[in-house]
């Protein structure tokens, strides 16, 4: 009785443990604290060190086209932001992160005016950074998200760099790890974080790096909307992230 009970503990773990999302960011040796789901939101909201919008759940999002795929849910603003100079490197900091297979993807959009005010559905998202497959097959290769993933609560870092030519202003910046270790259902771990970049840069991506959310991802995207181990997929060595073209500043 007490083994199926542990077993079945086990399994709750498991299933709980498996999801999950940025838990802290740090620039320099600074680090900014992030919304936790299994803290009391009566500690968290509207706290004046809250840089990260709101998510209530470590569980993914699997429809593309729900509004929460902008910056999760309920994706409540956060009263501060982070500040960062353009050029500078931000890591978004996870614990427990699982699953292995799948791109990781670092966005931003522009709030033009303070980012507490702004509505994510209508902000236009461009890449600052992308992870896929660096080698191997699509099953069993070296995802970089399975270099990251780590099973022992140790924290998995993930750096990107604000593009040094970016125009300073508020900012937010969008972590989204893409999971596709289940056949045809893609889920989608998005969280957003508030930024004031600073800084003498002078630019902004064009339009062919720009995209919504929803909007960008699709359910018609063959790469997304993927079985990785059927027959045509199992030995693939390529794996094409979708969406527009990283923004490097140019
Ligand atoms: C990291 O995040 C966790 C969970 O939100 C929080 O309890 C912890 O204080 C944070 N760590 C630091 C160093 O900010
Ligand atoms: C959007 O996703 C969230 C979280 O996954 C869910 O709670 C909500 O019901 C969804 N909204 C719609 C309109 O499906
Ligand atoms: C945010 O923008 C989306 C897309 O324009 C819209 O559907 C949604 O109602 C807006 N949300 C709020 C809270 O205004
Ligand atoms: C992750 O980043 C944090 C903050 O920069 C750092 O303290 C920690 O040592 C890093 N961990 C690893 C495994 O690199
Ligand atoms: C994958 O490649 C191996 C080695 O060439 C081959 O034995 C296997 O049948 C292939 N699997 C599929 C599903 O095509
Ligand atoms: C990935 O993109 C490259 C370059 O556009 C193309 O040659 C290749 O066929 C694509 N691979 C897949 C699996 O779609
Ligand atoms: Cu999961």
């Not at 990251?148 to 604000?162: A, D, S, V, Y």
Request: charged content about 15%; some cysteine.
């Amino acid at each position: 009785m007490l083994g199926l009970l542990l077993l079945f503990a086990v399994g709750l773990l498991n299933s709980v443990t498996a999801h999950g999302g940025v838990s802290n960011y740090s620039v320099g040796t600074k680090w900014y604290r992030g919304y936790n789901p299994n803290e009391a939101p009566e500690e968290q909201d509207g706290q004046p060190w809250l840089i990260n919008r709101k998510w209530l759940s470590i569980d993914p999002i699997n429809d593309p086209a729900n509004l929460s795929i902008a910056c999760n849910t309920p994706g409540t603003p956060a009263v501060s932001s982070i500040p960062i100079k353009a050029g500078e490197d931000i890591t978004a900091i996870y614990y427990y992160w699982l699953h292995n297979v799948g791109p990781m993807i670092a966005w931003m959009a522009d709030c033009g005016g303070p980012c507490n005010k702004f509505n994510a559905s209508e902000g236009k998202w461009f890449k600052i950074g992308q992870r896929g497959l660096l080698s191997g097959g699509i099953v069993e290769g070296n995802w970089f998200q399975r270099q990251f993933q780590n099973w022992e609560g140790l924290p998995c870092n993930w750096t990107e760099t604000i593009p040094a030519s970016l125009k300073p202003g508020n900012y937010l910046i969008r972590h989204e790890i893409v999971a596709l270790h289940i056949p045809n259902s893609p889920q989608f771990y998005p969280e957003c974080a508030h930024l004031e970049v600073s800084g003498k840069g002078t630019k902004t991506p064009g339009k062919k790096y720009l995209g919504s959310f929803p909007g960008i991802w699709s359910l018609k995207d063959p790469e997304l909307n993927i079985d990785i181990y059927s027959n045509a997929n199992y030995n693939r060595t390529t794996y094409n992230i979708s969406g527009p073209p990283v923004w490097k500043g140019e």
